[in-house]
């Protein structure tokens, strides 16, 4: 019997669904997130998720796709073991980009903190506006 | 704070130099160098002690840093160095920046030979 189509579907489903829900995780927990770095700007915010998320599809699907290559298997055995590695790959693959992302987001967030932070040191003097120094 | 000053003492090579770093650098808030000893720094700060002795920095709020701090916040209006800033400011590298500052600050009309720099010598300077 051949195992090659059965490897295909079974890959091309699970594939397909890792990045569908790692991908509904990555849009609903961004949001969060965006939403505070851009400051209540909620359009902006969905505009730079949506674009995240998307690229996040394209790659992953596009490298899950890529990566099975599947040669009809001789025993049933042989099948699976090939399906559990390809899946292996897909997930460990899955789970960098991930992680790569979250990086994308806490950037994203530093940088807009950073951009807002008071000086590091109090000033020694306050110089008020009649010219009278207050040491402090 | 919309805008910082940074007095800086002009007879000193290696405050010019630091000047024309800091001028190419990019900043989170518009920066203004002007040398200690000109009209605008004298009108607006001529009543602190440290002109032209210690680096001064300013804001348009009335808030002024002197010396080791003053250079902190020069560092922090910078894109680049503002996590810097925040770093030595912290307890652990505190001393150290504070120490390595005074230490440059006060030798600094010493550095000029090292500088390839043919603006004028100090000539007021007790150094």
Known sequence: ?136 | MTRLTIVYDEHCAVCRRARDWLLTQPTYIPLELIAAGSPAAVSRLGGLPWLGRELIATDDEGNIWVGPAAFLTALWATRRYRGWSYRMSGARLAPLAESFFKMVSARRHRWARFLDDDEEECTWCQN
């Open chain 1, 1 to 136: 019997m051949e195992y090659g189509i059965v490897i295909y579907v079974i890959y091309a489903a699970v594939a397909i669904g890792m990045t569908a829900l790692l991908a509904r995780t990555l849009f609903k927990a961004g949001a969060v997130f965006l939403d505070d770095v851009f400051d209540g700007n909620h359009r902006l915010a969905e505009a730079v998720n949506r674009l995240l998320v998307v690229g996040f599809y394209m790659l992953n699907l596009g490298y899950g796709l890529f990566l099975l290559r599947a040669e009809p298997q001789e025993t049933a055995f042989d099948a699976v073991a090939y399906l559990v590695n390809r899946l292996a790959i897909l997930l460990v693959t899955l789970g960098v980009i991930h992680f790569i992302n979250v990086l994308v987001f806490w950037r994203i967030r530093h940088r807009a903190e950073m951009s807002a932070a008071p000086p590091p040191v109090a000033p020694q003097v306050i110089l008020k506006d009649d010219l009278s120094t207050d040491s402090v």
